[in-house]
């Protein structure tokens, strides 16, 4: 295919483009998806699948070394076979790779095109020495790690969540300079391949954005494993390279250097638009340097639409394939289908996992509403016992007027998975007496979610004393 019309051109092949690709190809429209780098983006090559083959390496080790807690014994010594473990996950990305490769490349209308991709005008691209047109133009750009400025960062060998894991011999000490969820993830995951680690984290807790009881809860199974944790903590400079790297910190306002074998930085990531040349098609950014979008993530031009990280609307693997299935329902099923319609959810994919929907219980507390909360931990939880693997708990958030669910977050076994329970009757739209008095399976973390809902208590802060709300029935199903 050497014409270079095209009716729709995806830029970025993430975890949206190629699905809108594929799905406007198999109405016959002529589309190019134009990647600079490789098929499948961030998920596929550098986030979620890579890493969650390292944490599945790295959940065996723990397994192997603890093994005797399962009466299960291991005749000698544990070892991490690191070149082995990449090997592994180098294969499982391969293959998702491609995967896509040949699903787009069997289809008769759409031509991948390989390169950098900048506007030229509003609706024409240059790639290399060659320029498309399209009616209609998609961004899937994504995003990057952010680099801080920090004097000597730059000379000191530091790795990224793409680099890191290029790695085939295990590092003897681990620095990581962000204690957020990419960063603690690469940190429980060193630490049971056998490094030391250390965490270094600016704000007063890990994992600012969840609650202060869950920062908690996570700092403790990760010290208990033997991660060390430095909260509060500005770094000021790196010094050294690759092999004896030292980050200088002020800490409470006294200097204190956190010295290591390597450095992670992971404090954060920003959208990918430079280089694309958004002036010249009029794209304008929000503040932060996102694609501003409208609710249906149509940009300032209304023949460009922005899909996944780059719009700031998400950041996560399911809200760009979510963008995906908006874009794609309003063009071409006659829908009108909204961003806004959709109900924050992730993991963090540490061991136990957090699961989390919905509102947290300081946005609860922040919203005005008199909330309900009901809580359990994992040490009670029959099927947590069972596996000996107790860390953690249950927090479910209710409206007490309206009864409708707001939020949960499950730190501990399966809370990946049971997570789902809850959001789906927020999807739903119903009063959590639905979810109360639903039957689960038993022996299962999701069977205790109606229990924890039988124990429904006002959240502090948000009511008058001693007011419950309508049909409130403690203990009762
Ligand atoms: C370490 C790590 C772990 C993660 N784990 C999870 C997880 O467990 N669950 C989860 O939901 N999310 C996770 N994420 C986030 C997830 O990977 C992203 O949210 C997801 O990939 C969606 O990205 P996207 O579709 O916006 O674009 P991306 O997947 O980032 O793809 C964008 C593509 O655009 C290309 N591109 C950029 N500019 C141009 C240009 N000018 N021309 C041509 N091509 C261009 C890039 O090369 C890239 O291939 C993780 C991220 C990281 C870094």
């Known amino acids: 295919m050497t014409d270079s019309r095209f009716e729709a051109i995806i830029v970025g092949a993430g975890q949206s483009g190629p699905f809108l690709a594929a799905r406007m190809a198999e109405r ?14 961030t998920c596929v090559n550098d986030g979620c699948i890579p890493t969650k ?37 180098d294969r499982i990305v391969a293959e998702s790779r491609g995967n896509l490769a040949k699903w787009l490349g069997g289809l008769a209308s759409l031509e991948v095109i390989e390169g950098e991709a900048r506007f030229v005008d509003p609706h024409t691209l240059r790639v290399g020495d060659r320029e498309v047109t399209g009616d209609k133009i998609f961004l899937n750009t994504g995003a990057r790690p952010v680099i801080p400025r920090l004097p000597g960062l730059s000379d000191a060998g530091y790795l990224t969540s793409e680099s890191i894991m290029e790695l085939d011999v295990l590092p003897a000490h681990l620095v ?30 890990l994992i600012p954005r969840e609650d202060p009881d869950i ?34 910190l002020t800490v409470a306002g006294a200097p204190r250097t956190v010295a290591g074998s390597h450095l992670l930085v992971a404090v ?39 899909l996944g990280d780059v719009n700031g609307r998400g950041g996560f693997t399911h809200t760009s394939y979510d963008d995906f299935q908006i874009v794609a329902a309003n063009l071409l099923d006659g829908a009108d289908r909204r961003v806004s319609e959709r109900i924050p959810i992730y993991g963090v994919y540490t061991d136990p996992p957090l699961g989390r929907c919905g509102m947290t219980a300081t946005e609860a507390r922040a919203s005005g509403r008199r909330v309900l909360i009901g809580k359990r931990a994992m040490a009670r939880v029959g099927r947590a016992r ?92």
Not at 446 to 451: C, G, H, R
Request: proline share 4%.
């Open 215 to 248: 920062s908690a809860e996570l700092a403790a199974i990760l010290t208990g494993e033997g991660v060390d944790v430095v909260c509060g903590a500005e770094a000021t400079a790196v010094t050294g390279g690759r092999g004896d790297v030292r980050v200088e």
């Open 53 to 89: 083959t390292l944490v599945a390496s790295a959940r065996a080790a723990w397994v192997a070394r603890n093994a005797a807690r399962w009466g299960v014994t291991i005749g000698g010594p544990v070892g991490v076979d690191l070149a082995a473990v990449k090997a592994r996950k």
């Open 268 to 306: 954060g990531r920003a959208p990918f638009t430079a280089g694309l040349g958004l002036d010249a098609a009029g794209v304008a950014l929000d503040a932060r340097g996102y694609i501003t979008t409208d609710d249906r993530l149509v940009t300032s031009v209304p023949h460009i639409w922005a």
């Open 386 to 477: 069972e596996r000996d693997e107790t860390a953690g708990s249950i927090q479910i958030l209710v409206d007490a007027d309206s009864r409708e669910v707001l939020g949960a977050t499950i730190l501990g076994i399966e809370g990946d998975e049971a997570i789902h329970a809850v959001v789906d009757i927020m999807y739903a739209d119903v009063p959590y007496t639905v979810l109360q008095r639903a039957v689960h399976a038993h022996p299962t973390v999701s069977e205790l979610l109606p229990t924890v809902l039988d124990a429904l208590e006002p959240l502090e802060g948000t009511h008058e004393p001693a007011r419950r709300p309508l049909g409130f029935a403690p203990g009762g199903r």
């Open 176 to 205: 990581v300079l962000g204690g957020s969820y990419i960063g603690l993830e690469f940190a429980q995951m060193y630490r049971r391949f056998g490094a030391a680690v250390t965490v270094i984290e600016r704000g007063d807790r």
């Open 28 to 41: 016959g429209q002529r589309v190019a998806v134009i990647e600079k780098r490789w098929l499948g983006g």
